[in-house]
C-alpha cells in the first residue's frame, strides 16, 4: 500500500511533468541544422569578390578552367572551384640596396639595415661601387605568371641582379657615377624584359630605376679627393678655353689690321709713285718743248724750297772787318718748325 502511495504521490500532478519528446522529431531538428549550416557555408563558398586591380585565376580540381575580371563572381562551392587573385593592375617593384619600410606618413622611412650582398658592384676599371637600383614590373598575364615557373619574384631578382652587376662591370666607374646612369638604366631594362620573355613569366618591366651610386664608406674620402682633383682639372681647362677665346679673336683682328694697314700703304706708295713717274713725264714732255725756260724754271723752283731752310748766308772777306751780310734770305723767310 505504502508503495502505490509513493508511486501515486510521485506520479500527482501532471502540470509539473515534462512533455515526452520524440525521437524522430529531435533527430530532424538536428538533421535540419546541419543542412543549414551546409548551405549557408555552400552559399559562402560559391560567392568572391575580385578588386578593380585584380583578375582572378579560377581552377577546377586543379586546371585553369578561365580568368575573371574584377566584380563579383560565383564558382562551385565547397572547394571545388579555387581562386587565385594576381595584382595585374598595380605597378609592383623590387628594391636592391635598401628596403623600404613605411611609406604611409609624410616621409618614406627606409630600413637600417646594410643590404651590400646586393649593391656592391666592380666597374670595369676595377673600383667598387655601391649600387641601390628598383625595377617596377606589371603582371600582364596571370596564367604564366603563377605556373610558368616557380618562383617568379625571386626569378626575378637572380636575373635583375645579374644583368645590372654585367651592366655596371662594363663601364668605367666615372661613367657609372656621372654620365652613364642614363645608359645603364635603358639597358638593364631591356636585358632584363628579354630573360623574362625567354623564361615566359608574364612580367612586363616598366623601368629600371638608379636610385643612389657613391663609392663604398671605405674609400669615400679618397673619392672625394680624386672628385676635388677633377674638378680643379676641369676648372683649368675651363679658365685655358676662355683665355684661347679671348685672345684667338684678338690675335686674329691684330693679324688682319695689320694686313690692311700693308695693303693701304702699299696702295699708297704704288699710288704715289704712279703719280710721280706721271709727273715727272710731264715735266719731260715740257722740257723737250721747251729745254731753257724749263730748265731755269726747276732751278728756280728748287731754290724756292731750299733757300728759306737754310738760315742766314754770311760772306767773309779778308780785308774786311765784319762780316758781309749777303742775300738776307733768312729775315723775311717764315719760320721753319723741327
Not at 26 to 43: F, K, N, P, T, Y
Not at 176 to 186: A, F, H
Not at 215 to 233: D, G, L, S, T
Not at 240 to 267: D, F, H, S
Request: hydrophobic content about 40%; charged content about 25%; glycine content about 8%.
Amino acid at each position: 500500500m505504502n508503495q502505490k502511495r509513493n508511486r501515486s504521490g510521485i506520479g500527482g500532478g501532471g502540470s509539473s511533468r515534462a512533455p515526452n519528446i520524440p525521437v524522430w522529431l529531435s533527430g530532424a531538428l538536428v538533421s535540419g541544422l546541419i543542412v543549414a549550416i551546409i548551405v549557408a557555408w555552400g552559399l559562402s563558398t560559391c560567392i568572391y569578390t575580385v578588386q578593380p586591380e585584380e583578375r582572378a585565376v579560377v581552377k577546377r580540381f586543379g586546371a585553369v578552367i578561365k580568368i575573371t575580371d574584377p566584380g563579383l563572381h560565383f564558382r562551385l562551392p565547397f572547394g571545388i572551384d579555387e581562386v587565385q587573385h594576381v595584382a595585374t593592375e598595380r605597378v609592383l617593384k623590387e628594391e636592391f640596396g635598401f628596403r623600404t619600410q613605411d611609406t604611409r606618413g609624410a616621409r618614406t622611412t627606409y630600413s637600417a639595415k646594410s643590404f651590400e650582398d646586393e649593391s656592391l658592384m666592380l666597374t670595369g676599371d676595377l673600383n667598387v661601387i655601391d649600387v641601390e637600383w628598383v625595377v617596377q614590373y606589371r603582371i600582364n598575364d596571370p596564367i604564366k605568371f603563377l605556373y610558368s615557373m616557380r618562383s617568379p619574384t625571386q626569378t626575378l631578382r637572380d636575373i635583375s641582379e645579374s644583368v645590372m652587376r654585367r651592366v655596371v662591370g662594363n663601364r668605367l666607374g666615372s661613367d657609372v657615377l656621372t654620365v652613364g646612369r642614363v645608359d645603364i638604366q635603358m639597358q638593364g631594362r631591356e636585358e632584363i624584359q628579354q630573360i623574362m620573355d625567354r623564361y615566359d613569366a608574364g612580367i612586363h618591366i616598366i623601368t629600371v630605376e638608379l636610385q643612389d651610386v657613391v663609392p663604398p664608406p671605405a674609400v669615400q674620402p679618397a673619392f672625394n679627393e680624386v672628385n676635388e682633383a677633377r674638378q680643379e682639372r676641369e676648372r683649368m681647362i675651363n679658365e685655358a678655353q676662355k683665355q684661347v677665346n679671348q685672345e684667338l679673336p684678338r690675335a686674329q683682328g691684330q693679324a688682319l689690321r695689320t694686313i690692311a694697314e700693308a695693303e693701304g700703304y702699299a696702295a699708297e706708295r704704288v699710288n704715289r709713285a704712279l703719280g710721280e713717274s706721271a709727273r715727272f713725264s710731264a715735266v719731260l714732255a715740257e722740257y723737250r718743248q721747251a729745254q731753257e725756260v724749263t730748265r731755269a724754271r726747276l732751278y728756280l723752283e728748287t731754290m724756292q724750297e731750299v733757300l728759306p731752310n737754310i738760315g742766314q748766308i754770311l760772306v767773309v772777306q779778308g780785308d774786311q772787318i765784319g762780316p758781309l751780310p749777303l742775300l738776307n734770305l733768312g729775315q723775311n723767310a717764315p719760320e721753319v718748325r723741327p
